[in-house]
């Protein structure tokens, strides 16, 4: 594990009154050698849609609400509970992981990131 922790999203209804189409919690994460990254994240309701995004470089949570941040990988899954997303030959370096709500109501979870080589 080189990575985990908890995240907070508000949901989708509070998102777009704010001008956003979701709520993304980003943070970064560095890659200490070539291999495949594994990000598993899960949260309290099933009703809620999270996706998980896999960025290039340092990426904030403002940046990816606006959508200023290059996405590398992301599940779409709108029903997959807990979310998981691979990454195979990801190399050495700087990247972010984000966690965006689609779903209508205000969102916390937590989340692991493996990498194995």
């Given at each position: 594990?080189?990575?985990?922790?908890?995240?907070?999203?508000?949901?989708?209804?509070?998102?777009?009154?704010?001008?956003?189409?979701?709520?993304?919690?980003?943070?970064?994460?560095?890659?200490?050698?070539?291999?495949?990254?594994?990000?598993?994240?899960?949260?309290?309701?099933?009703?809620?849609?999270?996706?998980?995004?896999?960025?290039?470089?340092?990426?904030?949570?403002?940046?990816?609400?606006?959508?200023?941040?290059?996405?590398?990988?992301?599940?779409?899954?709108?029903?997959?509970?807990?979310?998981?997303?691979?990454?195979?030959?990801?190399g050495?370096?700087?990247?972010?992981?984000?966690?965006?709500?689609?779903?209508?109501?205000?969102?916390?979870?937590n989340?692991?990131?493996?990498?194995?080589?």
């Amino acid at each position: 594990m080189i990575a985990g922790g908890n995240f907070t999203v508000v949901g989708a209804d509070e998102a777009n009154a704010a001008g956003f189409l979701v709520d993304v919690a980003a943070g970064p994460i560095s890659v200490s050698g070539a291999g495949t990254v594994e990000i598993a994240a899960d949260w309290t309701f099933a009703s809620n849609d999270i996706d998980i995004l896999w960025y290039g470089g340092t990426c904030t949570s403002n940046q990816a609400i606006r959508g200023q941040c290059a996405i590398l990988a992301r599940t779409t899954s709108v029903t997959q509970k807990p979310e998981r997303l691979t990454i195979t030959n990801a190399g050495a370096g700087a990247y972010s992981v984000g966690f965006a709500n689609y779903g209508r109501t205000a969102e916390s979870g937590n989340y692991q990131v493996f990498l194995t080589r």
